[in-house]
């Protein structure tokens, strides 16, 4: 019990660490952005007395520490500032889109382990046979290409030339259905962000069951007359499990940037598409929390990742 505790304090304070150091990246790096923001909310026609007075208001003609203090308060709190170019509050704009991208992460994500570990498995149990040679070959094309290049190729094949599913957007605009028209408009999404990380999945799950397969107390099962199917699933399985859940939490945090790239494609209304438009406008308060967020969801997912390898491997408690 005393090194379960002490692996999770380790965990939570290295979480704890990493968030301070990616809130203190965010911050800089906004503040390296070429441009005035101030200019770019009141335009060009602005004098230079409204210009500062502006900027005194939002508090950006105070020191950079001054501001980062500011600035994680209002986090810690729930305030994320005001949209520049909207003036509106960043959590009224960005909630609304976190959830839609929530949703699309999540569709990417079920397609991605019914898949991808399935099809890694029955490869690994298969080695060197058409299967096996054939899934891979696939998986190593499709970890190979841009989710971009992706996502018009499913929309030119399954909307345009096929019709089967709608080619942009989250509802249709004409008559907005219930849960039956977002899965169909969310179908074409979801399998263009779960391209790469389902090809990903299917590799590691392969490669860690060959390696099960080879191990010593896998040829002792055989030489006891312990049947295949039973090997396979019952002995082999629970060794392929925590380095397979290790890559799919990394994948997790791959979907979640992927589907930015595939929103601006299919014009899915979520994080993607407003990020977009706040790099295009600099927008900055809007550009810091989505990339907070997308930082704080990946880190978050990982420290999941790591207590369920821990609950299923003991050794990587002790190694911890």
């Not at 200019?39 to 950079?64: I, K, N, P, Y």
């Not at 570990?117 to 149990?125: C, Q, R, Y």
């Not at 390696?211 to 199917?229: F, T």
């Amino acid at each position: 019990m005393a090194v379960v505790i002490g692996f999770l304090l380790r965990r939570l304070i290295a979480t704890v660490l990493v968030l301070i150091g990616v809130s203190i990246l965010v911050f800089l790096i906004m503040q390296l952005v070429p441009g005035d923001p101030v200019r770019t909310m009141l335009g060009q026609a602005a004098t230079a007395q409204r210009v500062a007075e502006v900027r005194h208001q939002l508090g950006l003609d105070r020191s950079l520490v001054v501001q980062y203090l500011d600035y994680v308060g209002g986090v810690l709190h729930g305030d994320l500032g005001q949209s520049l170019t909207l003036s509106q509050p960043v959590s009224s704009i960005l909630f609304p889109k976190l959830g839609n991208t929530m949703i699309l992460t999540a569709g990417s994500l079920v397609i991605c382990l019914a898949i991808g570990i399935p099809l890694g498995i029955l490869a690994g149990t298969r080695q060197y046979s058409v299967l096996d040679r054939g899934s891979m070959f696939v998986a190593l094309a499709g970890a190979s290409v841009p989710v971009y290049w992706a996502g018009l190729v499913i929309i030119n094949v399954f909307a345009l030339q096929l019709g089967w599913f709608p080619t942009s957007g989250m509802h249709d605009t004409r008559d907005p259905g219930g849960f039956g028209d977002v899965l169909t408009h969310l179908v074409l999404p979801a399998v263009a962000a779960a391209v790469v990380p389902t090809a990903v999945v299917a590799r590691m799950a392969r490669g860690s069951m060959v390696e099960a397969l080879h191990g010593e107390h896998v040829r002792m099962l055989r030489a006891s007359g312990v049947p295949e199917r039973l090997v396979i699933w019952k002995h082999t399985l629970r060794n392929v499990l925590p380095p397979v859940v290790n890559i799919v939490g990394l994948q997790i945090g791959y979907l979640l940037g992927g589907v930015i790239f595939v929103e601006v494609v299919f014009n899915w209304p979520g994080l993607g598409g407003q990020l977009y438009t706040s790099i295009t406008s600099g927008d900055m308060p809007m550009i810091q929390a989505g990339v907070l967020f997308i930082a704080l969801v990946f880190v978050v997912v990982n420290l999941v990742t790591d207590i369920a390898v821990a609950l299923l491997d003991p050794r990587t408690r002790k190694a911890a």
